[in-house]
Structures are given as C-alpha cells and as structure tokens.
C-alpha cells in the first residue's frame, strides 16, 4: 500500500499545490483507488509514477469543488483512451450521481467505460477478500464522510527452507502451503500450511479525514490506525476562523491523531495564507502539531509514504 498526494492545499491552487486528492497504489492487484478529486487531478497524474489507468475506485469526501472539480475531466479522459473495460466505481454523498449525470448531458460526454456511482452512508462501503473500506459522517458545512481503509491480515512469512527439508517438491503447492492451507502431499503426508508460516501480518490501516473541525467520529474511524491523513487548514492561532468554516487547525488534527492512539499522522489541505514571507508558515502548523502529537508529517504534492515501508520498520525498531 502506497500513498501519493496529489494535491495538499484547499479551497484553491497554489503554484507548488493542486488542490485535495490523494492515490492509493495496490501492487498487488496493480489497482489504484483516488481519494478526492479536485480540478487538475488529471494533470498531477501525468506529473507523477501513478497510472490513471489503473484506476480502479474513486471515493469521494463531499461536494465541494475544490474536492470534485476534477472528476468529469479525469473520467473522460479515461474514457477517450480506450484502452480499458474494467468498471470504475465512484463512492460518495447522495449528490455526488445528479452532479455527474448534468455534466455529461450539458456537455454532450459519453463515458466509454463502465462507471457505477455508490451512495455512500455510515458504515460499510466496499469490502472483498483483501480489503474492508468503511465511512462515517464528519463535522462540515455540507454533508462530508471520512473514509478509513482495512487490510485484511495475511499469512506469516513462508519457510522455503523447511519445507524444502520436510522434502515437499517446489511448485504449485508452494502457493497453497503459503495461504495457510492444509494439502496432502503424493506420499500421503499431510501438511499443514500453517506451521510453515510465521505470525500472521496484521492488515493495514489508513483512514483519511477531510473536510472537518475537531470530532470525535473522526476520533473513532481512525482509532490505532497505521496512517491518519487529516486536515489542517488552519494554524491554531487562526482557530477562530477554522470554528467558523468548519476546517480543522494543526492543533486540531493532532489532538484526533492522539485520541484514536494512531501511528503516524500526516496534515494536509493547507490553507494559501501560509505562503512564504506571511506571520505564519506552514512551518509553524507542523511545529503546533508535533508539540501535541510528535510523529507527524505535514504532506507536500507528488509526497509518497509507503506503508509497507513503515511496517517492516516498526517491526525492526520492536525487535531490537
């Protein structure tokens, strides 16, 4: 699982951030699944190692334009390449169909792809053999849903060496042994895959918050997540505003961080105010932050964090 901000600033551009949108890479299933998709997303694929084409899912905060504007366009230029069948499903708030169905009649835009659009509630929204995807209301001006992704656990680390010992022959029945499952081999014995394998991996989890102020349903959809992409529109010196538009301070995404007992926290939908030169920087919302939660980073576009990465350190920094 590997994640690529594709844009870090909110409401509008700035000349070094797009607006919200972040890609999820799945290697495994040579997927990727967006997470918001502001005006220019298309654009920053182009700039980044992510494959639009590998689109697979798009799931979507809420209905403002600096979190949509970008869909029709990366969906009809997805369209025109012609080179895929495979459907994309698009999970959002109730209005998010209507918006797309005017799009394209006002525009005369036929999509040449299956697309299935998904109302999405709180609750369970998407789930399969890998992977459990689950949403719940945040606090903002419109109806917004923070989304928070699980990775089913998997199988320990398989033993080649001791299943080369017990003389189990190479091949197709690696494959089964590694899943954990009990094969019976051409001499009669039976193995059980299980005990060739290492603990079990626990699944991964990233949770994903914007737009939102300080709630605590953002505190429980992110509880003892692995990763937490949170907004920080505003620094705390400007909380005033963020309780007046509903946005979250650094201080603010630092305190759900803490409370749901995550891993890592990483900030981003930077509000343009804190450009270079102004009172305040965005080095001064990373400061606020880490003085509540000190394992946070604050996101940049074309920023990539590897969650399988920060996985294997955990576990080296554990064990020694």
């Avoid at 070094?16 to 890479?25: G, K, T």
Wanted: net charge neutral.
């Amino acid at each position: 699982m590997q994640i690529t901000f594709l844009g870090t600033s909110s409401g509008v551009p700035t000349r070094s951030r797009n607006v919200s949108s972040i890609a999820l890479r799945l290697p495994q299933r040579a997927e990727v699944w967006l997470f918001d998709c502001g005006e220019g997303t298309q654009h920053q694929f182009l700039r980044s190692d992510v494959k639009s084409s590998q689109i697979r899912r798009i799931f979507i905060t809420h209905m403002h334009g600096d979190h949509i504007f970008g869909l029709m366009g990366l969906l009809a230029s997805c369209g025109l390449a012609g080179n895929r069948q495979q459907r994309i499903d698009i999970y959002g708030p109730k209005p998010l169909n209507d918006y797309l169905q005017a799009c394209r009649r006002y525009s005369q835009t036929h999509f040449s792809l299956p697309i299935k659009i998904h109302p999405v509630e709180p609750g369970l929204v998407f789930e399969d053999e890998q992977f459990r995807v689950v949403c719940d209301r945040l606090e903002h001006r419109v109806p917004a849903y923070g989304y928070r992704v699980e990775e089913r656990d998997r199988p320990g680390r398989f033993d080649v060496k001791r299943a080369k010992a017990l003389g189990i022959p190479p091949g197709p029945i690696y494959g089964q042994l590694k899943q954990g499952l009990r094969v019976t081999l051409p001499d009669g014995r039976s193995i059980n895959g299980a005990d060739l394998c290492g603990p079990d991996l626990v699944g991964r989890k990233l949770v994903y918050c914007t737009d939102t102020i300080y709630c605590d349903r953002a505190v429980a959809l992110a509880a003892e997540a692995d990763v937490l992409i949170h907004e920080a529109t505003f620094s705390h010196r400007d909380a005033e505003l963020a309780y007046q538009r509903l946005h979250s301070t650094s201080t603010m995404a630092a305190q759900v961080a803490l409370a749901a007992q995550v891993k890592h926290l990483i900030m981003t939908h930077f509000s343009p105010r804190y450009a270079p030169g102004n009172d305040i920087q965005l080095g001064d919302l990373l400061a606020e932050a880490q003085a509540i939660f000190p394992s946070t980073t604050m996101a940049y576009d074309f920023m990539v964090y590897d969650l399988a990465r920060q996985a294997e350190k955990t576990l080296v920094s554990s064990a020694s």
